[in-house]
């Protein structure tokens, strides 16, 4: 049976079909990318998909959001966050997950592979509200004493709600063009915009 990327991401047939995914996202020798990134709005599944596809291959899992964030989502300075990334990616085998433009330059100049999980606004907004439900109710640490409580995630202007429909809008415009940039010229690009996975767009030649 195959795994269908909404399946990894609602929790579901984890492991039957778990190789036959990740391998979705290799070269087109068949042979795993030594070094990927995985970006999309909050809630698209990113981190699921990137702890999967590193998981699956034995390399090292990259979650940004767990450097950036410190005890009382107090955020580390810019100074700081870059020379953890910069340590955290110098190994020659890892998958990452973020979307954080003030390392990206770092990120994306030593990966040979971006996955971007463009999911339609009606698929991705369903997911992060019962996502934050789940994490208020469960009090889930999610990095470094961080966690989400129902007034943060509904009453308040940093909710990562407001935030996910604030940000879809802005990555589906933004980030046709950074990828095309010169810089990034190096990278395959798989753009998912289906979420039972079907095909994806192809990579640019």
Known sequence: MFLRLADLIDGEGRREGLGELCRRFCADDGTPYDRVVVVGTSGSGKSTLAAALAHEFGFEYVELDALHWLPGWEMRSIEEFRRIVQKAVICDRWVADGNYGKVRDIVWRRAQAVIWLDFPFPVVMPR?????????????????????????????????????????????????????????????????????????????G
Not at 182 to 204: A, I, K, M, N
């Open 128 to 204: 992060i509200i019962s996502r934050s439900i789940r994490r208020a109710a469960t009090r889930r640490e999610l990095w470094n004493g961080c966690y989400e409580t129902f007034r943060q995630s509904f009453m308040s202007q940093n909710s990562v709600i407001l935030w996910a429909a604030k940000s879809w809008w802005r990555r589906r415009e933004r980030y046709p063009e950074i990828l095309t940039r010169p810089r990034y010229s190096h990278l395959d690009v798989f753009r998912v915009t289906d979420p039972g996975f079907g095909e994806d767009e192809p990579r640019p």
